[in-house]
């Protein structure tokens, strides 16, 4: 078995749980709602809440310490977690701005990384704060470079290490008592101005997968070669190559601050301007090596370009479990309009107190180092039949592994258990809108990621739409009914997502089954047409998710996952019929 299979803790979901209750044991001022996976802080720990605003981060585990180790005086009030590599729900997110902070604060900022899931889930969750009558507003970060205009598509480029940046600069604004307008528009300024990008020895193995996965990843990246732009997701990067370290540096950097490559050239960095340099860990990088990174990434920034990091801060901020990959942000210093002690070198200056960020080196030390490198010259996660979801699991978790994280099979396959598992323990009502609304309910708090969030859209709007159209006395639900209330939901589902056919979404398969099923009222007849939807994707150019960021042509051999699963379920579902 490849030592990157062994694990410690093979059960994942525990790993998480577990991982979170430690962050209580670490830090006394910390409190854990383990059922929500909500790591916040003890309200005896805040000091004059009603003059301060609240920050929260979150997203998938697997990322430590990011983000609920970022949860502390000086940057998160509180952070929301999803299982390894998959957005928290929506309804975790809503319970968090509800419940767990402080409800004297004067707004609350919602820091997150560019992934779908997170942005629909977290927006979801905004959402219902809004309506609540709370102010929140939320800032998404996106600065891989790895992932150019072309490939970026609709999606826009990822978020990775430069994250922990904003979340740092946006934390001491907030500890100062800044307004939620403010620290809003500067997060969003400091994420305009970060360049990231990251290389990788291999994919991760996530705990409780085969460990053939990591046979199966040795070949695809064999000793000596590297990936340049691997995603924290386990995302395929944009290119391999074999070089030395020197030479893997080189190729990033040009990638971060080559102003003539216009597919990359996101900020315009010139020499001399004021930088601050953070190196990050995926993981699984010695120390030893991550050192070598550090002075490698400062040499060639001084020789080449021109420019003398006026921060350099390296460890683990934004992981990907035990990855062997690091990654380079650059953040250019600009002007935050506020004046003396807070710009944004002295943000990042501003003292805090969390365990996932490092003890910082006071702004006087700083200066007298940097002095002596100068003169010394120094670089410094019962079968039935109305669902095939549990027997395709294995499919649509290859199929995703390929173009993406992995993990959709898995959430499909835990959405399809739960509801088994109420069929079971449960005898539902006659009243249709009732059963439908218990099967929805399950769907929303057992399924994570960009499908679970897809899905609990989809159907919830598809049960208020069968709620509009239910007449006075008990009636049976028709084809048409069903078909109608299928149209109208896939028009709600439009309002979150610019996903549509020949996207190579989910929606290749969802779009056929509605329109077919509303010409011919024939369930078997849609549910074909859904499979057809599905296997056109094979070799279909993807212009959302996350297979818009892989490389090469393995892609286009399979089908989109999302696509396939959805097939799956609705083959099932006309079979049951």
């Not at 990246?221 to 030395?244: A, F, R, S, W, Y």
């Not at 960095?269 to 190196?279: A, G, K, Q, T, Y």
């Not at 239910?470 to 979150?496: C, E, G, N, V």
Request: hydrophobic fraction near 40%; glycine fraction near 12%.
């Amino acid at each position: 078995m490849p030592k990157t299979a062994k694990h410690f803790v093979n059960d994942p979901n525990h790993a998480v749980v577990a991982s979170l209750r430690s962050l209580t044991l670490t830090n006394p001022s910390l409190l854990v709602d383990e059922p929500n996976k909500i790591v916040y802080r003890h309200p005896a720990s805040l000091t004059s809440p009603a003059q301060r605003i609240a920050l929260i981060g979150g997203g998938g585990s697997g990322h430590e310490p990011g983000f609920a180790g970022y949860v502390g005086q000086g940057l998160l009030t509180a952070c929301v977690a999803g299982t390894i590599f998959a957005s928290p729900s929506a309804e975790q997110i809503r319970t968090c701005l509800a419940h767990r902070l402080p409800e004297e604060s004067k707004g609350t900022l919602v820091i997150l990384m560019n992934y779908t899931g997170d942005v629909l889930n977290f927006g979801m969750g905004v959402e219902k704060a809004r309506a609540m009558g709370k102010k929140v507003e939320m800032v998404v970060v996106a600065d891989d470079v790895g992932v150019g205009r072309a490939k970026g598509g609709k999606v826009g480029r990822r978020g990775i290490s430069g994250t922990a940046l904003v979340v740092k600069i946006c934390g001491a604004l907030a500890e100062l008592g800044a307004s939620l307008e403010d620290t809003a528009r500067i997060g969003k300024l400091a994420g305009e101005n970060i360049v990231s990008v990251a290389a990788s020895l291999s994919r991760v193995h996530i705990p409780g997968r085969p460990s053939t996965d990591a046979i199966e990843e040795a070949e695809r990246l064999p000793i000596g070669v590297m990936e340049i732009g691997m995603g924290i997701h386990n995302e395929t990067g944009c290119e391999k190559v074999e070089t030395d370290l020197p030479g893997t540096i080189k190729i990033m950097l040009a990638q971060m601050l080559n102003q003539d490559d216009e597919d990359r050239a996101y900020v315009n960095i010139e020499r001399s301007d004021p930088i601050v340099m953070l190196i990050n860990n995926f993981g699984g990088l010695s120390n030893l090596e991550l050192g070598a990174v550090t002075t490698e990434v400062w040499s060639q920034l001084g020789r080449e370009y021109g420019l003398k990091p006026q921060r350099v801060i390296t460890g683990t901020f934004v992981g990907s479990l035990n990855g062997f990959g690091f990654g380079i942000s650059i953040m250019k210093l600009v002007d935050t309009g506020f004046g003396p002690g807070k710009s944004m070198l002295e943000l990042i200056d501003y003292p805090a107190e969390a365990i996932g960020w490092p003890a910082p080196i006071k702004k006087d030390t700083w200066e007298k180092i940097y002095e002596l490198n100068q003169e010394k010259k120094k670089p410094g996660e019962k079968e039935t039949k109305p669902s095939n979801l549990r027997t395709a699991e294995p499919d649509v978790t290859k199929f995703d592994t390929i173009v993406g994280d992995g993990d959709c099979g898995i959430g499909l396959k835990r959405g399809a258990e739960a509801i088994i598992k109420i069929l079971e323990r449960t005898r539902l009502t006659d009243d249709a809108l009732v059963a439908f609304s218990t099967i929805v309910n399950v769907v929303e708090n057992t399924m994570d990621g960009t499908s679970g969030a897809l899905y609990a859209i989809f159907l919830n709007a598809l049960a208020h739409n069968l709620r509009a159209q239910d007449p006075q006395t008990p009636t049976q639900i028709t084809s048409q009914i069903w078909a109608k209330a299928l149209h109208l939901s896939l028009q709600a589902l439009s309002q979150y997502t610019p996903a549509q056919p020949g996207d190579r979404t989910l929606m290749d398969a969802l779009f056929p089954f509605v329109e077919t099923l509303e010409k011919t009222g024939n369930t078997k007849e849609a549910a074909r047409a859904a499979a057809n939807g599905a296997e056109s994707t094979r070799g279909m150019k993807a212009s959302l998710g996350r297979t818009v960021y892989v490389g090469g042509e393995g892609w286009q051999g399979v089908p989109d996952p999302g696509a396939y699963g959805l097939s799956a379920f609705l083959t099932g579902l006309a079979e049951g019929l």
